[in-house]
Protein backbone atom coordinates (compact mmCIF):
# COMPACT_ATOMS: atom_id res chain seq x y z
CA UNK A 1 0.00 0.00 0.00
CA UNK A 2 1.50 3.62 -1.30
CA UNK A 3 0.23 6.75 -0.39
CA UNK A 4 -0.58 6.46 -4.52
CA UNK A 5 -2.85 3.52 -4.15
CA UNK A 6 -5.21 5.70 -1.92
CA UNK A 7 -4.56 9.22 -3.96
CA UNK A 8 -5.72 7.68 -7.10
CA UNK A 9 -9.51 6.55 -5.28
CA UNK A 10 -9.64 10.63 -4.99
CA UNK A 11 -8.79 11.07 -8.29
CA UNK A 12 -11.72 13.83 -9.45
CA UNK A 13 -14.29 12.73 -12.08
CA UNK A 14 -12.55 9.11 -11.98
CA UNK A 15 -14.45 6.72 -10.44
CA UNK A 16 -14.35 2.82 -9.08
CA UNK A 17 -14.79 1.53 -12.61
CA UNK A 18 -12.35 3.94 -13.96
CA UNK A 19 -9.57 3.00 -11.39
CA UNK A 20 -10.36 -0.62 -12.20
CA UNK A 21 -9.63 0.29 -15.75
CA UNK A 22 -6.30 1.89 -15.10
CA UNK A 23 -5.19 -0.87 -13.10
CA UNK A 24 -5.61 -3.28 -15.97
CA UNK A 25 -3.52 -0.88 -18.28
CA UNK A 26 -0.70 -0.13 -15.92
CA UNK A 27 0.74 -2.54 -13.21
CA UNK A 28 0.18 0.06 -10.07
CA UNK A 29 -0.65 3.04 -8.86
CA UNK A 30 2.59 4.21 -8.81
CA UNK A 31 3.00 3.76 -12.55
CA UNK A 32 -0.20 5.83 -13.08
CA UNK A 33 0.91 8.50 -11.47
CA UNK A 34 4.24 8.28 -13.58
CA UNK A 35 2.64 8.03 -17.04
CA UNK A 36 2.30 11.45 -18.96
CA UNK A 37 -0.88 13.00 -20.05
CA UNK A 38 -0.86 11.87 -23.18
CA UNK A 39 0.22 8.00 -22.38
CA UNK A 40 -3.24 8.79 -20.07
CA UNK A 41 -5.03 10.01 -22.99
CA UNK A 42 -4.12 7.55 -26.12
CA UNK A 43 -3.15 4.14 -23.97
CA UNK A 44 -5.93 4.08 -21.27
CA UNK A 45 -8.27 6.57 -23.25
CA UNK A 46 -9.10 8.88 -20.48
CA UNK A 47 -10.78 11.90 -21.35
CA UNK A 48 -7.89 14.94 -20.98
CA UNK A 49 -9.26 16.32 -17.76
CA UNK A 50 -9.31 13.56 -16.06
CA UNK A 51 -5.84 12.86 -17.15
CA UNK A 52 -4.58 16.55 -16.26
CA UNK A 53 -5.82 15.48 -12.97
CA UNK A 54 -3.65 12.81 -12.51
CA UNK A 55 -1.06 14.66 -13.83
CA UNK A 56 -1.66 17.26 -11.31
CA UNK A 57 -1.53 14.35 -8.65
CA UNK A 58 -4.92 15.93 -6.94
CA UNK A 59 -6.27 13.77 -4.88
CA UNK A 60 -2.86 13.39 -2.94
CA UNK A 61 -3.70 16.01 -0.03
CA UNK A 62 -7.34 13.94 0.88
CA UNK A 63 -5.00 10.46 0.22
CA UNK A 64 -2.54 11.82 3.21
CA UNK A 65 -5.36 13.37 5.54
CA UNK A 66 -6.79 9.48 4.85
CA UNK A 67 -3.73 7.81 6.07
CA UNK A 68 -3.31 9.89 9.30
CA UNK A 69 -7.24 9.15 9.92
CA UNK A 70 -6.26 5.29 9.62
CA UNK A 71 -2.83 5.91 11.93
CA UNK A 72 -4.87 7.75 14.64
CA UNK A 73 -7.71 4.78 14.39
CA UNK A 74 -5.67 1.41 13.85
CA UNK A 75 -7.31 0.88 10.45
CA UNK A 76 -5.08 -0.82 7.83
CA UNK A 77 -5.47 0.22 4.07
CA UNK A 78 -5.31 -2.61 1.46
CA UNK A 79 -4.85 -1.72 -2.17
CA UNK A 80 -5.85 -4.53 -4.78
CA UNK A 81 -2.35 -4.90 -5.63
CA UNK A 82 -1.62 -6.20 -2.46
CA UNK A 83 -0.97 -9.67 -1.29
CA UNK A 84 -3.55 -9.50 1.21
CA UNK A 85 -6.15 -8.11 -0.97
CA UNK A 86 -9.19 -11.33 -1.28
CA UNK A 87 -8.60 -12.60 -4.96
CA UNK A 88 -11.68 -13.12 -5.69
CA UNK A 89 -12.98 -9.48 -5.30
CA UNK A 90 -10.01 -8.07 -7.37
CA UNK A 91 -11.31 -10.48 -10.02
CA UNK A 92 -14.90 -8.47 -10.26
CA UNK A 93 -15.12 -5.66 -12.72
CA UNK A 94 -15.90 -3.04 -10.28
CA UNK A 95 -13.89 -3.91 -7.47
CA UNK A 96 -12.80 -1.08 -5.00
CA UNK A 97 -9.17 -0.31 -5.52
CA UNK A 98 -8.90 0.09 -1.59
CA UNK A 99 -10.32 -1.62 1.37
CA UNK A 100 -10.43 0.01 4.88
CA UNK A 101 -10.07 -2.82 7.49
CA UNK A 102 -10.48 -3.42 11.34
CA UNK A 103 -9.46 -7.06 12.27
CA UNK A 104 -7.46 -9.92 10.26
CA UNK A 105 -8.23 -9.06 6.40
CA UNK A 106 -5.98 -12.43 6.06
CA UNK A 107 -8.90 -14.37 7.26
CA UNK A 108 -10.24 -13.74 3.36
CA UNK A 109 -7.99 -15.38 1.68
CA UNK A 110 -9.73 -18.47 3.04
CA UNK A 111 -10.33 -21.09 0.49
CA UNK A 112 -13.99 -20.94 1.49
CA UNK A 113 -15.62 -18.00 1.75
CA UNK A 114 -19.81 -17.94 2.07
CA UNK A 115 -21.95 -14.65 1.96
CA UNK A 116 -24.88 -14.61 3.57
CA UNK A 117 -27.93 -12.14 2.84
CA UNK A 118 -31.23 -11.82 3.96
CA UNK A 119 -34.01 -9.27 5.25
CA UNK A 120 -33.64 -7.10 7.76
CA UNK A 121 -37.53 -8.36 9.38
CA UNK A 122 -36.08 -12.29 9.73
CA UNK A 123 -38.08 -14.86 11.13
CA UNK A 124 -37.42 -17.71 13.64
CA UNK A 125 -38.01 -19.62 10.55
CA UNK A 126 -35.01 -17.88 8.40
CA UNK A 127 -32.58 -17.83 12.00
CA UNK A 128 -33.05 -21.41 12.16
CA UNK A 129 -32.23 -22.56 8.85
CA UNK A 130 -29.68 -19.93 8.48
CA UNK A 131 -28.05 -21.35 11.66
CA UNK A 132 -28.21 -24.94 10.53
CA UNK A 133 -26.43 -24.02 7.01
CA UNK A 134 -23.60 -22.44 9.37
CA UNK A 135 -23.52 -25.31 11.74
CA UNK A 136 -22.96 -27.70 8.80
CA UNK A 137 -20.75 -25.80 6.50
CA UNK A 138 -18.32 -25.42 10.01
CA UNK A 139 -18.38 -29.12 10.76
CA UNK A 140 -17.18 -29.43 7.11
CA UNK A 141 -15.19 -26.95 6.29
CA UNK A 142 -13.71 -25.30 9.88
CA UNK A 143 -11.77 -22.73 7.70
CA UNK A 144 -14.74 -20.81 6.31
CA UNK A 145 -15.18 -17.44 6.72
CA UNK A 146 -18.85 -16.37 6.19
CA UNK A 147 -19.33 -12.40 4.72
CA UNK A 148 -22.47 -10.60 5.44
CA UNK A 149 -23.20 -6.69 5.66
CA UNK A 150 -23.55 -6.52 9.59
CA UNK A 151 -27.39 -4.72 9.38
CA UNK A 152 -29.89 -6.05 11.22
CA UNK A 153 -31.80 -9.57 10.86
CA UNK A 154 -30.01 -11.71 8.66
CA UNK A 155 -26.90 -10.05 8.20
CA UNK A 156 -26.01 -10.31 11.98
CA UNK A 157 -27.88 -13.68 12.49
CA UNK A 158 -25.26 -15.21 10.04
CA UNK A 159 -22.54 -13.04 12.11
CA UNK A 160 -23.42 -14.85 15.22
CA UNK A 161 -23.86 -18.35 13.78
CA UNK A 162 -20.49 -18.06 12.43
CA UNK A 163 -18.93 -17.07 15.99
CA UNK A 164 -20.96 -19.76 17.74
CA UNK A 165 -19.89 -22.65 15.54
CA UNK A 166 -16.65 -21.28 15.59
CA UNK A 167 -15.95 -19.58 12.15
CA UNK A 168 -14.47 -16.32 11.20
CA UNK A 169 -17.11 -13.67 9.91
CA UNK A 170 -16.40 -10.84 8.01
CA UNK A 171 -18.94 -7.79 7.65
CA UNK A 172 -18.82 -5.21 4.79
CA UNK A 173 -20.31 -1.78 6.10
CA UNK A 174 -21.70 1.06 4.22
CA UNK A 175 -19.65 3.79 6.24
CA UNK A 176 -16.52 4.35 7.18
CA UNK A 177 -13.99 2.68 9.94
CA UNK A 178 -14.17 2.38 12.69
CA UNK A 179 -17.68 3.18 13.24
CA UNK A 180 -19.55 1.06 12.65
CA UNK A 181 -23.50 1.66 10.89
CA UNK A 182 -26.59 0.74 12.62
CA UNK A 183 -24.20 1.32 16.14
CA UNK A 184 -26.41 -1.11 17.94
CA UNK A 185 -23.87 -3.51 16.50
CA UNK A 186 -20.75 -2.18 17.32
CA UNK A 187 -20.56 -4.96 20.27
CA UNK A 188 -20.51 -7.72 17.45
CA UNK A 189 -18.22 -6.15 15.19
CA UNK A 190 -15.69 -6.05 18.47
CA UNK A 191 -16.47 -9.62 18.82
CA UNK A 192 -15.68 -10.53 14.95
CA UNK A 193 -12.69 -8.85 15.02
CA UNK A 194 -11.49 -10.29 18.94
CA UNK A 195 -11.70 -13.64 16.62
CA UNK A 196 -10.03 -13.42 13.81
CA UNK A 197 -12.64 -11.62 11.70
CA UNK A 198 -12.79 -8.32 10.11
CA UNK A 199 -14.82 -5.66 9.37
CA UNK A 200 -14.27 -3.58 6.37
CA UNK A 201 -15.41 -1.06 4.30
CA UNK A 202 -14.61 0.87 0.54
CA UNK A 203 -15.65 4.20 2.01
CA UNK A 204 -13.14 6.60 3.11
CA UNK A 205 -13.52 9.00 6.45
CA UNK A 206 -13.89 12.05 3.97
CA UNK A 207 -17.25 10.66 2.48
CA UNK A 208 -20.11 12.02 3.44
CA UNK A 209 -22.62 9.04 5.35
CA UNK A 210 -25.39 8.56 2.72
CA UNK A 211 -28.16 5.65 2.24
CA UNK A 212 -26.45 5.80 -1.48
CA UNK A 213 -23.83 3.76 -0.20
CA UNK A 214 -25.76 0.58 0.50
CA UNK A 215 -26.01 -0.62 -2.97
CA UNK A 216 -22.25 -0.31 -3.99
CA UNK A 217 -21.47 -2.03 -0.38
CA UNK A 218 -23.56 -5.20 -1.89
CA UNK A 219 -21.59 -5.55 -4.36
CA UNK A 220 -18.44 -6.37 -2.25
CA UNK A 221 -20.35 -8.64 -0.12
CA UNK A 222 -21.44 -10.40 -3.23
CA UNK A 223 -17.58 -10.54 -4.61
CA UNK A 224 -16.33 -11.80 -1.65
CA UNK A 225 -17.65 -14.96 -1.25
CA UNK A 226 -17.49 -17.93 -3.92
CA UNK A 227 -21.41 -18.27 -3.46
CA UNK A 228 -23.91 -16.17 -1.90
CA UNK A 229 -26.90 -17.76 -0.19
CA UNK A 230 -30.27 -15.48 0.55
CA UNK A 231 -32.38 -16.56 3.81
CA UNK A 232 -35.40 -14.60 3.31
CA UNK A 233 -36.27 -12.04 1.31
CA UNK A 234 -38.81 -9.76 0.45
CA UNK A 235 -39.29 -9.21 -3.20
CA UNK A 236 -37.52 -6.44 -4.22
CA UNK A 237 -35.31 -5.82 -0.85
CA UNK A 238 -32.22 -5.13 -0.44
CA UNK A 239 -30.89 -8.36 -1.18
CA UNK A 240 -32.07 -8.80 -4.48
CA UNK A 241 -29.09 -6.82 -5.39
CA UNK A 242 -26.81 -8.39 -3.56
CA UNK A 243 -28.13 -11.45 -5.72
CA UNK A 244 -28.29 -9.73 -8.80
CA UNK A 245 -24.15 -8.53 -8.32
CA UNK A 246 -23.46 -12.57 -7.85
CA UNK A 247 -25.09 -12.91 -10.56
CA UNK A 248 -23.09 -10.84 -12.53
CA UNK A 249 -20.06 -11.96 -11.42
CA UNK A 250 -20.93 -15.38 -11.73
CA UNK A 251 -21.03 -16.44 -8.44
CA UNK A 252 -23.36 -19.17 -7.79
CA UNK A 253 -26.43 -17.34 -6.24
CA UNK A 254 -28.53 -19.50 -3.80
CA UNK A 255 -32.10 -19.42 -2.15
CA UNK A 256 -33.81 -20.96 0.77
CA UNK A 257 -37.09 -21.63 -0.11
CA UNK A 258 -40.56 -20.62 2.24
CA UNK A 259 -44.05 -20.97 2.28
CA UNK A 260 -46.12 -19.02 -0.44
CA UNK A 261 -48.40 -16.85 2.33
CA UNK A 262 -44.87 -15.76 3.97
CA UNK A 263 -43.83 -12.29 2.71
CA UNK A 264 -40.50 -12.58 3.94
CA UNK A 265 -39.86 -15.71 1.52
CA UNK A 266 -41.20 -14.02 -1.63
CA UNK A 267 -37.98 -13.01 -2.75
CA UNK A 268 -36.36 -16.00 -2.10
CA UNK A 269 -39.34 -18.32 -4.00
CA UNK A 270 -39.29 -15.69 -6.74
CA UNK A 271 -35.25 -15.51 -7.26
CA UNK A 272 -35.68 -19.90 -7.06
CA UNK A 273 -38.71 -18.99 -9.75
CA UNK A 274 -36.48 -17.18 -12.10
CA UNK A 275 -33.72 -19.40 -12.28
CA UNK A 276 -31.42 -16.55 -10.79
CA UNK A 277 -30.79 -18.69 -7.65
CA UNK A 278 -30.56 -22.66 -6.64
CA UNK A 279 -32.92 -23.85 -3.90
CA UNK A 280 -30.78 -25.01 -1.08
CA UNK A 281 -32.33 -25.92 2.17
CA UNK A 282 -29.34 -27.18 3.66
CA UNK A 283 -25.74 -26.89 4.61
CA UNK A 284 -25.61 -30.08 2.15
CA UNK A 285 -27.03 -28.54 -0.51
CA UNK A 286 -24.69 -25.34 -0.09
CA UNK A 287 -21.75 -27.46 -0.22
CA UNK A 288 -22.90 -29.29 -2.96
CA UNK A 289 -23.99 -26.26 -5.08
CA UNK A 290 -20.38 -24.65 -4.91
CA UNK A 291 -18.69 -27.90 -5.54
CA UNK A 292 -17.64 -28.13 -1.51
CA UNK A 293 -16.10 -32.03 -1.34
CA UNK A 294 -14.59 -32.56 2.24
CA UNK A 295 -11.39 -34.52 2.47
CA UNK A 296 -11.48 -37.49 4.78
CA UNK A 297 -11.09 -37.20 8.56
CA UNK A 298 -13.24 -34.12 8.88
CA UNK A 299 -15.51 -33.82 11.39
CA UNK A 300 -19.08 -33.77 10.06
CA UNK A 301 -22.35 -34.01 11.64
CA UNK A 302 -23.74 -37.10 12.43
CA UNK A 303 -26.79 -39.51 14.29
CA UNK A 304 -25.10 -41.43 16.25
CA UNK A 305 -26.22 -45.28 15.58
CA UNK A 306 -27.77 -46.66 18.36
CA UNK A 307 -30.65 -48.61 19.39
CA UNK A 308 -32.93 -46.00 21.08
CA UNK A 309 -34.40 -46.78 24.48
CA UNK A 310 -38.17 -46.58 24.97
CA UNK A 311 -38.01 -43.23 26.34
CA UNK A 312 -36.50 -41.90 23.71
CA UNK A 313 -38.53 -43.60 20.72
CA UNK A 314 -41.80 -41.88 22.83
CA UNK A 315 -40.53 -38.49 22.53
CA UNK A 316 -39.44 -38.58 19.63
CA UNK A 317 -42.82 -39.64 18.21
CA UNK A 318 -44.37 -36.69 19.83
CA UNK A 319 -42.55 -34.66 17.13
CA UNK A 320 -44.90 -33.33 14.58
CA UNK A 321 -44.61 -34.25 10.84
CA UNK A 322 -43.63 -30.27 9.82
CA UNK A 323 -40.13 -30.08 11.60
CA UNK A 324 -41.58 -27.27 13.94
CA UNK A 325 -39.71 -27.10 17.49
CA UNK A 326 -41.46 -28.44 20.59
CA UNK A 327 -41.23 -26.82 24.16
CA UNK A 328 -39.92 -29.33 26.96
CA UNK A 329 -43.08 -29.07 28.94
CA UNK A 330 -45.15 -30.08 26.10
CA UNK A 331 -43.25 -33.17 25.47
CA UNK A 332 -42.63 -33.88 28.91
CA UNK A 333 -46.47 -33.62 29.25
CA UNK A 334 -47.20 -35.88 25.93
CA UNK A 335 -44.69 -38.64 27.36
CA UNK A 336 -46.03 -38.34 30.92
CA UNK A 337 -42.96 -37.48 32.56
CA UNK A 338 -41.98 -34.75 34.87
CA UNK A 339 -39.63 -32.22 33.61
CA UNK A 340 -36.43 -33.67 35.36
CA UNK A 341 -36.93 -36.90 33.31
CA UNK A 342 -37.58 -35.47 29.88
CA UNK A 343 -34.57 -33.09 30.34
CA UNK A 344 -32.32 -35.96 30.70
CA UNK A 345 -33.95 -38.18 28.07
CA UNK A 346 -33.41 -35.47 25.70
CA UNK A 347 -29.84 -34.44 26.85
CA UNK A 348 -29.26 -37.93 25.36
CA UNK A 349 -30.79 -37.81 21.95
CA UNK A 350 -29.02 -34.45 21.54
CA UNK A 351 -25.94 -36.02 22.32
CA UNK A 352 -26.45 -38.60 19.98
CA UNK A 353 -27.42 -36.35 17.28
CA UNK A 354 -31.19 -36.97 16.94
CA UNK A 355 -32.67 -33.41 18.51
CA UNK A 356 -31.60 -30.03 18.57
CA UNK A 357 -32.02 -27.58 21.57
CA UNK A 358 -33.00 -24.45 20.71
CA UNK A 359 -33.18 -20.89 22.43
CA UNK A 360 -36.33 -20.69 24.83
CA UNK A 361 -36.24 -24.68 25.87
CA UNK A 362 -37.11 -25.60 22.79
CA UNK A 363 -36.59 -28.92 20.93
CA UNK A 364 -36.32 -30.21 17.13
CA UNK A 365 -36.04 -33.35 15.71
CA UNK A 366 -33.05 -33.77 13.49
CA UNK A 367 -34.02 -37.24 11.84
Known amino acids: MTIEDIALTFVPQLGTRGVAHLLDVYPDAQSVFEAPVSDLVERAELKPEVAANIAARKGFDKARREMEHCRRNGIRAIASTDREYPP ?10 VLYVSGEAEALLSEHVLSIVGTRRMTPYGERVCNEIVEAVAAAFPD ?20 AFGL ?12 VVPAHNSALARDMVSRGG ?7 SQTRQNGMLYIPRNRIVAGLGMGLVVVESPVGGGSFSTARAADGYSRTVMAVPGRTTDAMSAGTNALIRSRMAQLVTSGGDVMHELGWTAPDGVTRVRIEERDLSGEESLLLGLFPLSGEPVPMERLAAGAGMDIGRAGAVLMELELSGAVRCLPGNRYEKLI
Do not use: C, K, Y
Open 168 to 179: RTAGVVANALPD
Open 88 to 97: QLRSIPDFPH
Open 198 to 204: AVLSEVS
Open 144 to 163: TVIVSGLAFGTDAAAHRAAL
